[in-house]
């Protein structure tokens, strides 16, 4: 059973940059597939990227991908989301997430993933 903590979050100016980490317990993420998440208040959670067990496969939401990048780290067990060029529409909690899946396995569905961490909020000033 992994578990999973965000960090990284916070307040930033407009334009700004950030880089969330995701840190696993338990197992190795090299077993998982894993991905970004988002909620604002009052909006639908969104998928912002995942990526595949080996990492060889990579997905970024199509309007992110100018300003998000994915990548991972299996010996420090850590996924990590650059975010640069914040807008204030980036605010939003942050989720990763985790499910066991085959080497190159990429999901993109959040109803897919059954390990979840409780998250890390970026505000974004105007």
């Known amino acids: 059973q992994v578990q999973l903590v965000e960090s990284g979050g916070g307040l930033v100016q407009t334009g700004g940059s950030l880089r969330l980490s995701c840190t696993a317990s338990?197992?190795?993420?090299?077993?998982?597939?894993m991905g970004w998440f988002r909620q604002a208040p009052g909006k639908e959670r969104q998928t912002l990227a995942a990526?595949?067990?080996?990492?060889?496969?990579?997905f970024v939401n199509f309007s992110l991908k100018d300003r998000f990048s994915i990548s991972k780290d299996d010996i420090e067990n850590t996924m990590y989301l650059q975010m640069k060029n914040l807008e204030p529409e980036d605010t939003a909690l942050y989720y990763c997430a985790a499910v066991r899946a085959t080497p190159m396995g990429l999901l993109t569905d959040s109803a897919r993933y059954d390990h979840w961490g409780k998250g890390t909020r970026v505000t974004v000033a105007s």
């Open positions: 990526i595949s067990p080996s990492g060889s496969a990579t």
């Open positions: 338990g197992e190795s993420i090299s077993n998982y597939a």
